[in-house]
């Protein structure tokens, strides 16, 4: 991964994905009207994924505690 300092940080305004060949793509647009692609095989996202859920399931968790 790339250094701290050489990234940007965006907002989604929204996103959408889709299966392109062999590839999955994810495009993106950000608040301030920046748009990006996101390119990458079907068990990179899923890892992707798998992040998601847990990061998502542990602020559920956060919230009834």
Do not use: C, P, R, S
Not at 22 to 47: M, N, P, R, S
């Amino acid at each position: 991964m790339a250094n701290k300092a050489d990234v940007t940080t965006y907002t989604v305004k929204q996103a959408m994905a889709a299966k392109v060949g062999d590839h999955i793509e994810i495009a993106v647009e950000a608040e301030d009207g920046t748009t990006f692609k996101l390119k990458g095989t079907a068990d990179q996202l899923d890892a992707l994924v798998g992040d998601l859920e847990v990061i998502l399931d542990g602020d559920d968790a956060d919230a009834t505690e």
